[in-house]
């Protein structure tokens, strides 16, 4: 596992467990964020949401540059490429 894929993981667990820091995150992403360490590029924007029962977020994500489109229509089939993961977390 990779390591962003492992802070993920991990703050999704602190959220979990810790309702006042989740409150932070969700008003304040990118100062909640940079607290935990996680570095952040210049001028992006996070927007972070919480599923629900009753609500669920699909977040498309831009599509690679750098892979041609025979290579994306291997993803569905469990492709994977250098730089590009996916993540699902099933409860």
């Known amino acids: 596992m990779n390591d962003q894929s492992n802070q993920y993981q ?13 409150q932070r995150l969700l008003d304040n992403p990118a100062e909640t964020l940079k ?3 996680m570095a952040l590029p210049e001028g992006v924007r996070v927007q972070v949401v919480e ?3 009753q609500d669920l977020t699909l977040v498309i994500p ?6 041609s489109d025979e290579e994306l229509g291997g993803v569905d089939a469990g492709y994977t490429a250098p730089g590009l993961s996916f993540m699902c977390v099933t409860l």
């Open 51 to 53: 599923n629900s029962a």
């Open 35 to 37: 607290a935990e360490g």
């Open 10 to 22: 991990q703050l999704i667990a602190k959220c979990w467990a810790d309702e006042e820091f989740k």
């Open 62 to 67: 831009a599509r690679p540059t750098e892979l």
